[in-house]
T-cell receptor, first 113, second 110 residues
Framework: EAQVTQNPRYLITVTGKKLTVTCSQNMNHEYMSWYRQDPGLGLRQIYY???????DKGDVPEGYKVSRKEKRNFPLILESPSPNQTSLYFCASSPAGQGQTQYFGPGTRLLVL | GQQVMQIPQYQHVQEGEDFTTYCNSS?????IQWYKQRPGGHPVFLIQ?????EVKKQKRLTFQFGEAKKNSSLHITATQTTDVGTYFC??????????FGTGTRLTVIP
């Protein structure tokens, strides 16, 4: 089944404790991205990757890192999480860019205390 | 920053009534996509509009792209409880810029 998977689905952590949210897609998509969703703000892009070893900042990249060592995986790293990073995070992929259908993962709900 | 505005933020309708959500961009869009997110779920692609003035239909859903390619609308005829969710537009302004609207949360009262 074609899908985007994220882990963990739920996470409670404390300020400053490094964490990684994994994202994997099995559709051989070149393009992957991360969004955060907050009430009243919709979906805001954090980082995106056009292909392996190619990443770029989205609208709200501060406090986040990403890597794209393999085509299928695009982990989101919070080196030192802060409470303002409490949010619902979605990973998405598409065949070749933002002009094509975005396939979203199930989401990761993060609470930073 | 945010370049695609979407209204209304919330809409409550009686089952059977129509519903419309609107998206407006300050800049010309190369294309616009629409997504639906069910409560507790993730956004799911509905449709993409590319041409100026384009109108597409999916059963009770009608999507329009403005002549100037700066606005778009989604209209649902005779809403059903299965239509509940948040509807997002997403406008592309360049090769790597896709901006999501803030979404319209639709509640359908049986």
């Amino acid at each position: 089944e074609a899908q985007v998977t994220q882990n963990p689905r739920y996470l409670i952590t404390v300020t400053g404790k490094k964490l990684t949210v994994t994202c994997s897609q099995n559709m051989n998509h070149e393009y992957m991205s991360w969004y955060r969703q907050d009430p009243g703000l919709g979906l805001r892009q954090i980082y995106y990757s056009m292909n392996v070893e190619v990443t770029d900042k989205g609208d709200v990249p501060e406090g986040y890192k990403v890597s794209r060592k393999e085509k299928r995986n695009f982990p989101l790293i919070l080196e030192s999480p802060s409470p303002n990073q409490t949010s619902l995070y979605f990973c998405a992929s598409s065949p070749a860019g933002q002009g094509q259908t975005q396939y979203f993962g199930p989401g990761t709900r993060l609470l930073v205390l | 920053g945010q370049q695609v505005m979407q209204i209304p933020q919330y809409q409550h309708v009686q089952e059977g009534e129509d519903f419309t959500t609107y998206c407006n961009s300050s800049t010309t869009l190369s294309n616009i996509q629409w997504y639906k997110q069910r409560p507790g779920g993730h956004p799911v692609f509905l449709i993409q509009l590319v041409k100026s003035g384009e109108v597409k239909k999916q059963k009770r859903l009608t999507f329009q792209f403005g002549e100037a390619k700066k606005n778009s609308s989604l209209h649902i005829t005779a809403t059903q409880t299965t239509d509940v969710g948040t509807y997002f537009c997403a406008g592309q302004t360049g090769a790597n810029n896709l901006f999501f609207g803030t979404g319209t949360r639709l509640t359908v009262i049986p």
